[in-house]
C-alpha cells in the first residue's frame, strides 16, 4: 500500500479519536475516557508523521522538540494545584496559538509561490494565532497574580482598533502581493499582532477570565484549522475545526450565563454599570458561629452548597465532601450548584468537585437547581461572590444587572463562608451578605468546612 494513502488513514483515524474524545468530554462521566482517546489519537498522528515525505530526515529536531515539550508538560502538569488549573489552561492555550503561529511564520519566510488562497489561510492564521498567543500569555499573567488589576488609558479601544487595522492593512498587502514581500515587512506584522493580542487583553478583569479563555481557545483552534490547510494536514484541519468550533460554542455559553455580548466583555469595562450609581446594600453582616451552622444542617431536610472560586483557593473541596457524607448519614439530601462563571475558567468547580469526589449526580447547574430554593432549608456559599447577589435581578445601575444568577436568597437559610468583610474579586458589593435570611461565617473555606465537620460529629 502506498505509505501516502497510510499516512492520511492514520491521520483520518486520528481525527476520529479527536471528535470521539471530545464528544465524551461532554459528560463528567466519560470525560476521562474521552482524554485518553484523544490521547491516543494525538499520538497516532505525531508517529505516523515521522513518515511524512515532508520531514526531510528531521527526525532529530522533531524528537528532541517531542521531548522538551513532553517532558515540561509531564512535570508542570504532575506539580500544578488544581487552583493553579486555569492559569495553566490560559498558558497551554497560548501555546497552541503561538504553534500555529510559528508554522504560517515557516511557511511565508520561504518566500515561495502559494495560492491566493493558502497565502490567505496563512496569512489569517497568523494574525489569529499571534493575537491568542500574547493574548493568551496576559490572561495566565493575571490569573497567576504577575499582573495586577486592569491597564486602561484614555482613547484606548480607539488605539487598540488603530493597531488593528494596521496589522489588517499590511497582511493584505503581504497576500496581495504573492511572494514579493520583504521580511522586514513580516516581522512587524508579527510584532504588531503581538502588540494587539496584549492590548486587547489588559483592559479585561479577572472576573471576565473565563470568557476570555474560552474566546482564545476557539482563535486558537481556528489558527491551528487554518495552518492545517495550508500545510494538507487533514488531522491538523480537522483538529482545529472542532476546537475551534467548540471553542466558539463554550464563549457565547459563558457570556450567556453572565447576560453581556462577546463585544461587552472585549470592548468595555467590566463594572460601567448601567449608567447609574449601584444602590448600596441596606441593613448589616450579621455572624453566626460554626456550631450554630452545625446544628442548623444537621436537622435540615435539603441543604444546597453554591462553591465559588475561595473554595478553590482554600482547597477545601476534600473537607466540604467529607460535610457532605456527614449530613446524608444523617439522612439530610444535599445538593450543589454550579453556576456556569463561577472559578477562574470554564468548569472550574466542577473539576474541584470531581478531584474531591463528589458523585455526578448530586452536582446541578443553574437551570437545574434554581427551582429548588425556596424549598431549601440551608444554602451554604462557600466562596462564591457575583454568581448569587440579588442585585443582578433587583438593580438596573449594578454591573452585573441582568446576569442569571443562583437564587440562593430564596432559600429559608442561607450562610456565607468568607474570610473577611471585604467586597468579592470583581470589587461588586453583595446585597445577599446584607439580607434577613443571610448568616456570616468568617473564615478561611478549609478551616470552617473542618470546624463543621468536628461540629457535626459531635452532635
Do not use: C
Request: zero cysteines; charged letters at 10%.
Amino acid at each position: 500500500m502506498d505509505m501516502n494513502l497510510i499516512i492520511q488513514i492514520v491521520y483520518f483515524i486520528g481525527a476520529f479519536l479527536f471528535i470521539l474524545g471530545l464528544k465524551q468530554m461532554g459528560s463528567p462521566i466519560t470525560a476521562r475516557r474521552g482524554i485518553v482517546w484523544a490521547g491516543i489519537g494525538m499520538v497516532m498522528a505525531t508517529l505516523i508523521t515521522y513518515f511524512h515525505h515532508d520531514v526531510n530526515q528531521n527526525y532529530l529536531w522533531i524528537t528532541l522538540a517531542i521531548a522538551i515539550g513532553g517532558v515540561i508538560a509531564y512535570v508542570s502538569g504532575k506539580k500544578v494545584a488544581m487552583t493553579d488549573m486555569p492559569q495553566m489552561i490560559a498558558l497551554y492555550n497560548g501555546m497552541g496559538g503561538g504553534a500555529a503561529a510559528a508554522i504560517a511564520a515557516v511557511e511565508l519566510i520561504k518566500l515561495e509561490p502559494m495560492s491566493f488562497v493558502m497565502q490567505s489561510l496563512a496569512v489569517l492564521g497568523a494574525l489569529i494565532g499571534t493575537v491568542a498567543f500574547s493574548g493568551s500569555l496576559v490572561a495566565f499573567a493575571k490569573l497567576q497574580g504577575l499582573m495586577r488589576g486592569v491597564i486602561r488609558f484614555p482613547m484606548q479601544q480607539w488605539v487598540n482598533a488603530l493597531v488593528f487595522v494596521v496589522v489588517v492593512t499590511i497582511g493584505l498587502a503581504i497576500i496581495l502581493s504573492g511572494n514579493e514581500y520583504a521580511l522586514t515587512t513580516l516581522t512587524v506584522f508579527f510584532v504588531l499582532a503581538l502588540i494587539f493580542g496584549v492590548m486587547m487583553t489588559v483592559p479585561i478583569g479577572g472576573a471576565d477570565m473565563p470568557v476570555v479563555i474560552s474566546l482564545y481557545n476557539a482563535l486558537t483552534g481556528l489558527a491551528v484549522g487554518f495552518e492545517g490547510y495550508v500545510l494538507g494536514n487533514p488531522a491538523m484541519m480537522i483538529a482545529g475545526i472542532v476546537v475551534g468550533s467548540a471553542g466558539t460554542l463554550l464563549t457565547q455559553l459563558m457570556a450567556k450565563a453572565m447576560n453581556r455580548p462577546i463585544s461587552n466583555v472585549l470592548f468595555s469595562n467590566f463594572g460601567d454599570g448601567g449608567g447609574g450609581e449601584a444602590a448600596a446594600a441596606s441593613g448589616s453582616m450579621k455572624e453566626i458561629d460554626s456550631t450554630d451552622v452545625a446544628v442548623m444542617m444537621a436537622f435540615a431536610e435539603k441543604v444546597v452548597i453554591i462553591p465559588g472560586y475561595g473554595m478553590a483557593v482554600a482547597q477545601a473541596q476534600h473537607k466540604v465532601w467529607e460535610m457532605t457524607k456527614q449530613l446524608q448519614e444523617r439522612g439530610v439530601t444535599v445538593k450543589f450548584a454550579i453556576h456556569p462563571v463561577a472559578g477562574r475558567m470554564p468548569g472550574h468547580m466542577n473539576v474541584l468537585l470531581a478531584e474531591a469526589g463528589v458523585p455526578y449526580d448530586i452536582i446541578y447547574d443553574l437551570d437545574e437547581i434554581n427551582d429548588e430554593f425556596p424549598t431549601t432549608d440551608v444554602v451554604l456559599v462557600i466562596g462564591a461572590n457575583d454568581v448569587v447577589n440579588p442585585a443582578a435581578r433587583t438593580d438596573p445601575n449594578s454591573p452585573i444587572y441582568g446576569m442569571p444568577i443562583l437564587n440562593a436568597d430564596y432559600a429559608k437559610n442561607v450562610i456565607v463562608v468568607k474570610r473577611g468583610k471585604g467586597t468579592g474579586f470583581s470589587g461588586i458589593e453583595n446585597h445577599l451578605f446584607f439580607a434577613d435570611n443571610t448568616r456570616m461565617l468568617y473564615g478561611d473555606g478549609q478551616a470552617v468546612a473542618n470546624d463543621l465537620v468536628t461540629s457535626l460529629k459531635e452532635l
